[in-house]
């Protein structure tokens, strides 16, 4: 075999399939981990210089938040070494459907890790559905205070009336207590706020957050056809094992009967 063929052959045995699915993964939970630790670190200060300058009153909120992000340092790590691990799965199934490795076989402890991985990956997935539509509510609240300094904005430029008193009252999404002082911002305090770069920062990355949420989704749901293909593969795999353990050891027994009967004509003659 030369060294064209041999690379065709290595190249057979790349799940390009669920090559593709890890980078996904990985690209996805890289943006939400570090995009979400980075905004809720700039909507902790936001609301300590311009909503509750009590530090009474947001301590439950800093310890959630703060909690949030250890969390976020786990899955980071966990995505990590899983996508490594579903790749090497898909290395293991690839090369034991195409038998890249002459008498490689698969087991049936091969086809119970394989269903594990579905049966896991369907729960992860379920699991970042709800990670993914709770990623939106930050997104939801930055994006009506920045449409709210835009009318004020609006109001200013056309000069028909004061924006004194559109407000914002953060009290009302239930992050800070109502007797959070002052809780709300109007008029050009509001427009001030809206300008800082914490306030841009944090509203653009908790989009790209929610953005690497959906693509983990996606991934993940990728993961899932890969895995459930694979199964499938697997398991038609050991049938058609059993099939061919079989037919050889009916041909082998065919081939003793005739050499005995080859033998017993022998001694007659």
Not at 106 to 123: E, K, P
Not at 205 to 223: K, P, Q, R
Request: net charge negative.
């Amino acid at each position: 075999m030369g060294c064209f063929e041999c690379c065709i052959k290595c190249l057979g045995g790349v799940p390009y399939a669920s090559l593709v699915a890890t980078i996904l993964c990985f690209s996805g939970v890289a943006l939400f981990c570090g995009c979400g630790h980075v905004a809720l670190t700039g909507t902790v200060s936001i609301l300590e210089q311009h909503f509750s300058t009590n530090s009474s009153d947001h301590a439950l909120l800093s310890e959630v938040i703060q909690l949030m992000q250890y969390v976020i340092y786990g899955i980071a790590s966990f995505f990590f070494l899983y996508g490594i691990i579903l790749l090497a799965e898909g290395f293991y199934t690839t090369s034991a459907v195409k038998e890249l490795h002459g008498e490689f076989k698969t087991t049936a402890c091969g086809r119970c890790i394989s269903g594990m991985f579905v049966f896991l990956t369907y729960v992860l997935g379920v699991s970042w559905l709800g990670v993914f539509g709770f990623s939106a509510v930050p997104v939801f609240m930055f994006y009506n205070i920045w449409s709210t300094c835009e009318v004020i904005k609006s109001l200013q430029t056309n000069m028909t009336a004061s924006g004194d008193q559109i407000c914002v009252d953060v009290r009302q999404y239930g992050i800070i207590p109502w007797n959070a002082v002052p809780g709300r911002a109007c008029g050009p305090i509001l427009e001030n706020i809206c300008n800082t770069n914490e306030f841009y920062m944090s509203y653009h990355l908790f989009i790209v957050a929610c953005a690497g949420a959906g693509a983990t989704v996606i991934a993940l749901i990728h993961f899932l056809m890969i895995l459930s293909s694979n199964w499938a593969y697997l398991k038609d795999a050991s049938k058609m094992q059993a099939y061919q353990d079989i037919k050889a050891k009916e041909e082998q027994e065919l081939q003793d009967i005739q050499s005995r009967s080859k033998e017993q004509l022998n001694s007659y003659t």
